[in-house]
């Protein structure tokens, strides 16, 4: 009986995982430029991947793969914002630009902080 409760909690939790995996990929296939598509797949795809690293957690019922399943949780929680972030700095440094849709750019105010145009800043106040 409680084998089946467990069971029937890890497919609900894996169904989850899977629709907000199936959303990101929508996301990044529908959305117009890098950064929003970048947005969906770290924001769903994480949330998704949690999801079905606990349902690994419930149906394993062992507690080395529990725990295992919940430092990968905390693992995706925590990295995926970071390099989400770093990866869209890096783009809009490189010199890809939000679509025309956007409507506040906000690094665009802030570029005289940007490395790659800093050099050019430097030159013109000699």
């Known amino acids: 009986m409680i084998e089946d ?3 029937l ?5 894996l169904l989850i995982g899977a629709i907000f995996m199936l959303l990101a990929t929508i996301g ?8 929003t598509r970048m947005h969906a797949a770290s924001k769903a795809g994480a949330v998704g991947g949690g999801f ?6 419930f149906i394993s019922q062992d507690a080395a793969v529990s725990l295992r399943a919940l ?6 929680i925590l990295t995926t914002p970071v390099s ?8 809009y440094i490189a010199g890809y630009r939000p679509c025309e ?3 506040l750019d906000e690094l665009e105010s802030k570029s005289d ?12 106040n000699i």
Do not use: K
Request: hydrophobic content about 55%.
């Open 5 to 7: 409760v467990i069971l």
């Open 9 to 13: 909690i890890g497919g609900i939790l």
């Open 52 to 57: 079905i690293l606990l349902a690994v957690a």
């Open 113 to 124: 902080l940007n490395p790659a145009t800093q050099s050019s800043h430097d030159t013109n």
């Open 28 to 35: 990044v296939l529908r959305l117009p430029d890098l950064y």
């Open 101 to 103: 849709e956007t409507l």
């Open 84 to 91: 989400a972030h770093l990866l869209a700095r890096a783009s």
């Open 71 to 76: 430092a990968g949780v905390v693992f995706l």
